[in-house]
């Protein structure tokens, strides 16, 4: 089961961050996100992209994580034990290719400005910590159908075909 994915720059800020699995009181999730951070961005390039990280509002060990690092931004995945480390960096080469083809070329602007489709993006992908959907055809056939949704109520189409009772 994936416990949650985050995506921050080199200077630790978080752009995104879902948690499937959720963090106890008294821990914060800046604390959270801090931990994973730390981890992850102590490593040297030269080292492979998954560790087993000590997460102890998740029981300590036990969650690895696992990670890609494109330019300023470091897309984490925090999984239990049971996830495949080769499948879920697919699953971050599928969602980090889903994203450059909904902005034409992502940069960390995008992530601040768009948040909303960023997590849509994801929402595709994984739902409730499991994965939905690998195929990026079919990623892309949804975000789109949700782009042209969108477009369209915006320029005040009914995109469903009903009447419009509001005039």
Request: proline residues 4%; glycine residues 8%; charged residues 20%.
């Amino acid at each position: 089961m994936i416990r949650g994915v985050l995506i921050v720059n080199n200077h630790g800020a978080p752009r995104l961050t879902k948690f499937y699995v959720p963090i106890p009181p008294p821990s914060t999730t800046s604390t959270v996100i801090r931990r994973i951070f730390n981890q992850v961005a102590s490593r040297p390039d030269s080292f492979c992209n998954y560790l087993d990280g000590t997460v102890p509002e998740w029981g300590g060990k036990g969650t690895k994580l696992i990670y890609r690092h494109y330019a300023t931004l470091y897309f984490v995945f925090a999984v239990d034990a049971q996830e495949s480390d080769l499948g879920i960096l697919d699953l971050i080469q599928v969602f980090v290719e889903a994203l450059d083809k909904r902005f034409e070329n992502v940069c960390e602007l995008d992530l601040i400005f768009h948040s909303d489709a960023v997590h849509y993006v994801l929402d595709e992908i994984v739902m409730g910590g499991m994965v939905l959907e690998t195929n990026i055809v079919h990623i892309l056939a949804a975000i789109n159908d949700q782009t042209r949704l969108h477009k369209s109520s915006l320029q005040g189409g009914n995109a469903s075909g009903d009447i419009d009772f509001r005039r």
